[in-house]
């Protein structure tokens, strides 16, 4: 491997081996190393797996709404079918999904693509219960649709154990797996793991998906950076093809910052000494890096550049990342890059721009 670093090399990547050998210690998920793509990052794998298997005149491809945006706008961008549907909490979200394919049947059209993030949701911080994990499978195998799953923060989790990835439960091939590395290791890696063990039938011949989607890839970025693989590649060997041990103190230092967010909320929106946060409330992310703050005035743009500006804090008003209405009196908290200081007066300094709003209506 040393001697071709600096050469183009395979398009599905050189540490196929060594990544196989990780999704099965660390994912319980079991793929031959030629049915893994390493992508330019989540982003790259997402644009493969629509480029390949979509048609833009029948398809469909739906996601959770709100959701990550970078799906949502390279489907728009590239003019492919994209609708929406309620992130998966409970089994009414399920039969929501069932209603829409159903729906888009009787007009005609397949929905061929299913995108979820399972593990503490970007943007709403939701995990999808083991519960319905299998319900949404057993959806994919009776309507024969492919499940993307996107797992970029399943390793930050605080409060339960490590949920089993959809993915390691999927018995009919019906799962693309995504691993990103980006909040895993460091974004500047830009790697993801593409698994695709899927097969397809091409001029009556069965070829293995992964090898259609290596031809995609071929013409979009030709490969990945060999150097950012093989960094990768010795981080697996050095610690036995596991990244549990690495992540554990990640993992810890996470906690404490979301629990200190927790904490901040509750002292500076203090409903029994501040009357103007009656009717301000948030989640309880079980992991992941964000939390949900709902407030009883309409978020706007030029809300996030007043409080840049007067307060110094940044926040995400959770209507971006919807597709058509909704999350207008809420926005989003991420924690993941600041230090408990930061988080503490950050927050003060929020609940001072929110108190301004509140009290100025």
Partial sequence: MLENLGQYNRTKGIINEEVAKYLSVDEAIKANPEDILIT?????????????????????????????????????????????????????????????????????KKVKIVYVIPD????TGNSMSLTNRHRLLELARVYDFVLFEDNAYGDFYYENAKMPTLKSLDQNNSVIYLRSLSKTIYPSLRLCLMVVTQKVKVNEKSIALSDLMAKTKGY??????????????????????SLETLNTEKRAGMKEKRNQLLESLSHFFNKETHFWAENISWNLPAGGFFLILKVPFRVTKQDVIACAETNKVIFTPMSFFYMNQGGENELRLAFSNVTREEIKNGIERLSEFIKSKVTNQ
């Fill in 40 to 108: 330019v990052g989540a982003q790259e794998a997402i644009a493969i797996g629509i480029t390949t298997l979509c048609n833009r005149e029948n398809d469909v491809i739906l996601v959770e709404d709100p959701a990550y945006i970078g799906v949502t706008h390279f489907a728009k961008i590239n003019d492919y079918a994209i609708d929406t549907i309620p992130v998966i909490s409970d089994e009414s979200s399920i039969q929501a999904i069932e209603e829409k394919i159903l729906d888009y049947q009787e007009k005609g």
């Fill in 120 to 123: 503490f949701q970007n943007p």
């Fill in 220 to 241: 979009v970025t030709v490969n990945t950076p060999s150097i950012m693989q093989a960094m990768f590649g010795g981080l697996l060997l050095k610690n036995a093809f």
